[in-house]
Nanobody, 118 residues
Framework: QVQLVESGGGLVQPGGSLRLSCAVS????????MAWYRQAPGKQRELVAA???????NYADSVRGRFTVSREYAANTVYLQMNSLKPDDTAVYYC????????????WGQGTQVTVSS
């Protein structure tokens, strides 16, 4: 049974920083991608950043240069370092594990609220 647990959200002023963590338990095999998504009120869930099993990263244009996704293999934890935060970054952030390429299976965390406001 794969489980993902996020932590690290909160309230921060514009220009501030936060680091989100996603602890992953369970086992899987094959190609996988770990990612952070976010969903703001009234908007669709969107991909923020992803890191694939080979270590390649990908970012949404809106966060590139401000956010960094990384993985600590020993602890099976994925991080999202968020700098220069803006009010538009306010959303619930979700950790995602996608396993496989053909007919992939998605696992989700429960989400953590990030609010950027003065």
């Amino acid at each position: 049974q794969v489980q993902l647990v996020e932590s690290g959200g909160g309230l921060v002023q514009p220009g501030g920083s936060l680091r989100l963590s996603c602890a992953v338990s369970g086992s899987w095999s094959g190609f996988y991608q770990m990612a952070w998504y976010r969903q703001a009120p009234g908007k669709q869930r969107e991909l923020v950043a992803a890191i694939v099993s080979g270590g390649v990263t990908n970012y949404a244009d809106s966060v590139r240069g401000r956010f960094t996704v990384s993985r600590e293999y020993a602890a099976n934890t994925v991080y999202l370092q968020m700098n220069s935060l803006k009010p538009d970054d306010t959303a619930v952030y979700y950790c995602n594990l996608r396993v496989g390429v053909v007919g992939p299976k998605d696992y989700w965390g429960q989400g953590t609220q990030v609010t950027v406001s003065s």
